[in-house]
């Protein structure tokens, strides 16, 4: 589905990933874990077209997206919600919701159902549900960034790279947005996760990599990192 081979990127001289090489098959979550200023968000965005990547391959379903800008790679079914709060803060929930579908009504997907796709977003985010005509600048934050992930879905897309989704959440919304993921994924949404919460991520995951300085440093099941000493005494707060 989603594979990426030496992908080098960073901003002006400064380079960031050296060579990041990441597989998302179709169906699977894999999350990236890593410190912070690792290239978690860079890798995201490199791969969105949010940030001009400066070598390497990027394929999606065996088409090439790599330098392709971020509109066109949403159009080819790539979503990414990216890390904080992106939303149009004048406009309802819902109306952010159906902006979400855009680019899949310019692009060569298929139209389908917005009014469905909308109902069903509505399904998965019950606290949106009950705000859809509320302004979204006056959504709590955390309300805000469901409404960011909400959006992703919107594009029904082939696949969504979400950014640390529960950033700055309160514990219970963290364990909704965590249910959420638990949800697209037992529909058979490809995601490639980016979390803090490493424990969490591996735990939701198939497969795991773990960034080192811009470079992937140890990879494997989501099983098999969750045992492993290294992974353990650096991201799961053991030692
Ligand atoms: P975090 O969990 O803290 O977000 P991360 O692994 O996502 O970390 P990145 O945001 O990808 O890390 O940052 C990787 C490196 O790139 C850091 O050293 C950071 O300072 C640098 N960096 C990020 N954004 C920019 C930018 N716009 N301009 C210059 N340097 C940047």
Redesign the pocket.
């Known amino acids: 589905m989603l594979s990426i081979k030496n992908l080098e990127a ?3 001289k ?1 380079k ?1 990933l050296h060579g990041v090489s990441i597989e998302v098959p179709k169906g699977r979550v894999v999350t990236l874990i ?10 995201m ?1 490199a791969i969105s077209g949010m940030l001009a990547p400066s070598a390497g391959e990027i394929t999606l379903g065996g088409k090439n997206i790599f330098g392709l800008e971020s509109h066109r790679i949403a159009r080819q079914g790539l979503a990414h919600s990216p ?1 904080g709060r992106r939303v149009f803060p004048t406009l309802s929930v819902a109306d952010n919701l159906l902006l979400g579908a855009f680019p899949r009504l310019t692009g060569s997907r298929a139209r389908g159902d917005v009014q469905n796709d909308l109902e069903r977003a509505m399904d998965l985010f019950p606290r949106l549900k009950e705000r859809r005509q509320q302004q979204a600048g006056t959504l709590s934050g955390g309300e805000q960034q469901m409404l960011a992930m909400a959006r992703a879905v919107m594009l029904n897309p082939d696949i969504i790279l979400l ?2 989704p529960s950033m700055g959440l309160a514990p219970i919304l963290v364990d909704e947005v965590f249910r959420i993921i638990r949800r697209l994924k037992e529909e058979g949404v490809t995601m490639l996760l ?1 979390e ?1 919460f490493a424990a969490a991520a591996l735990a939701v995951a198939d497969y795991g990599y773990v ?1 080192e300085n ?1 470079r992937i440093a140890v990879q494997g099941p989501a099983e098999q990192l969750k045992t492993d000493p290294a992974v353990v005494a650096a991201y799961l707060g053991g030692g």
């Open positions: 960073g901003y002006g400064v960031v890593g410190s912070n200023g690792a290239g978690k968000t860079t890798t965005k890390e950014d640390e980016v803090q960034l811009g």
